[in-house]
């Protein structure tokens, strides 16, 4: 298994990004997917996730309505649409599957947002 994130960077307050996770070695479209994040000095928490086909997704309640979990099983990519973004969502954001009982992770992308 293996998760590659991209997408991350540098942006305003108000601004958006968009974060991608390129997903290998499983068959992608069997699992649901997820966003957690880790800021400086905090445990890492669930941010969103999206059903194996997508007709489903959760968010944390500081992120609703700014944030919105897509995937494309055609390309084996799970994204995360952010909007809005305020300094508190500064992090480094990790993908996630969960698979036969382990969880796997990507090594991250790290979003700052700051002015």
């Known amino acids: 298994v293996q998760l590659v994130e991209s997408g991350g960077g540098l942006v305003q307050p108000g601004g958006s990004l968009r974060l991608s996770c390129a997903a290998s070695g499983f068959t992608f479209s069997s699992y649901p997917m997820s966003w957690y994040r880790q800021a400086t000095g905090k445990e890492r928490e669930l941010v969103a996730t999206?059903?194996?086909?997508?007709?489903?997704?959760n968010y944390a309640d500081s992120v609703k309505g700014r944030f919105t979990i897509s995937r494309d099983n055609a390309k084996n990519t799970v994204y995360l649409q952010m909007n809005n973004l305020k300094p508190e969502d500064t992090a480094v954001y990790y993908c996630?599957?969960?698979?036969?009982?382990?969880?796997?992770w990507g090594q991250g992308t790290q979003v700052t947002v700051s002015s």
């Open positions: 999206i059903t194996n086909v997508g007709g489903s997704t």
């Open positions: 996630n599957v969960i698979r036969w009982g382990l969880l796997y």
